[in-house]
């Protein structure tokens, strides 16, 4: 970092500057990783003569505009500018890299390719779009697909009678079966149900989702049967086989956030445990999940004992079995449990990765978890403490204050209990795929790796708030850089991909499956430049 009044003598030192850019870096400083601002001044070389650190995101759109006026970082005031300018230097025109919804556009142009909606077309579909009413609920899109036979009445009678008003959503269909996939909350019996409490509306909605009267549809819960017992007594509970006719519902006994939290601490602090003396490893800015110093691999007794690579195993047991259900049976699914938030954006993600080859490119992976995890609400805030500035040595998670984004989602991730590794537990899962299918997928672990990184990083403003309504009031979702910006790295694209299947049947048993060392342990890398940074604050080029 330099003061005003050196920098200009230091700048003479330097070759001629050919070009002035953005940098950002996390610094670790008292076990907390700071956000700064960098400017890098390249020579004609194509290297890197000076770099320098500012306090104030300000001074460096100052500086900036001083050394380069005609340049594209002239005039970021802020990091919102340096976003912009970032954006206007794009040249991949294959994504909407910079939005952290999906537009009504793109809602449409995915529902045409599903087959859910025929524009243009004047016979009555089984199908029809709705747009959520302001208030129905909150931590929901705005943007719907719903059974033709069901009223907006009878939606908002529905949204009543689930958890946090949210009810079924469709947002799949099998072009082979017909069937699709929904996802909603839990419905709000409670011990009245045992006395006949009932949403004949809820009911009818669930009916509808069947693509052939015959056929039953199979509600898969989530949860182990004592939870959804349990949480009647919370006024939660389970769709009742007396009243939601032509369905089968089946517990696929996933642990809820608690018992995933304890899994991976578990983890951490075998990974962090006293081992020989080995080259020391930067951490991985703000994630908390590279032990410095620490282990590189665990024994398979340590690994069972942490039992995290049985919680990988329930998950992709549970996705394998929604996606036969969905095109080897013709079935439809309704997916669900407590909230709707955690278990069940991993469980839709993960059997839409199985089931449809869209989703595994780099614009239907972009796709896909824009709309199940940042459009559907799961609580990026909460559960990865996305608006603190400090990481909690022993949880990996951040512990308050300060961040991206105003106080209230520094109130909202205040409660530690709140905190999981959740879309951690979901990037596992996928890395899991990519190492037995890795010829089927667009993108590479690289990608998965940074987006369990900059989950706690603070770079994507997007990702300090719980819902899409909370971005747009804050403001969020038109600050900075947007996580897709990591399909530009080097790198995320598999030079290998060359899909053949259509459907993946993957191992899920605990010993057909891996420990990602790559992430949680990675073996230090004397290769890798720590004085030389890609644009997302990580060294370049590190795979």
Known sequence: S????????????????????????????????????????????????????????????????????????????????????????????????????????????????????????????????????????????????????????????SAKYRANGRFPSVVWRCSTTGAVLARSAQPLVGLAGLLGWRCEADEKLVRLLTPRPESKVLVADARPYSAALGNGTMGGGYERPEYYSGTEIEYLGLPNLHAVRNSFAAMRVLLSAAAPPQPATPACPGSGLVPVGGRVSLSPAELESTGWLQLVSSLLSGADRIAQVLTGEGRSVLVHCSDGWDRTPQLTCLSLLLCDPHYRTLAGFRLLLTREWLDFGHKFADRCGNSAGCVNSKTGFGSGGGGVGGSSAANSSSSSSERSPIFLQFLDCAHQLLAQFPQEFEFTDLLLRRLAVHCHSGLFPALAANTAAERAARGLSEQSLCPWHLLRLRGVSNPRFSQQLQLLRPATAPSGLRFWREMYAPVPDPRLDWDCLDWDGLPADSD
């Open 2 to 157: 330099c003061a005003s009044g050196e920098l200009l003598p230091r700048l003479d030192a330097c070759s001629r500057i050919t070009r002035v850019s953005a940098d950002f870096s996390y610094p670790l400083a008292n076990g907390a990783f700071v956000s700064l601002h960098r400017l890098l001044l390249a020579s004609r070389t194509g290297r890197v003569p000076l770099r320098l650190g500012f306090p104030r995101p300000g001074d460096a759109a100052i500086w900036a505009e001083r050394l380069d006026p005609a340049g594209p970082l002239a005039c970021s005031s802020d990091r919102a500018g340096v976003g912009a300018a970032l954006r206007c230097q794009a040249d991949d025109r294959r994504f909407d890299l910079y939005a952290a919804e999906l537009s009504r556009e793109e809602f449409l142009a995915e529902q045409v390719r599903l087959g859910l909606i025929s524009p243009g077309s004047s016979e009555p579909g089984q199908w029809r779009q709705a747009e959520s009413p302001a208030g129905l609920c909150p931590s929901y899109p705005r943007l719907h697909i719903l059974p033709a036979g069901l009223s907006d009445a009878e939606l908002a009678l």
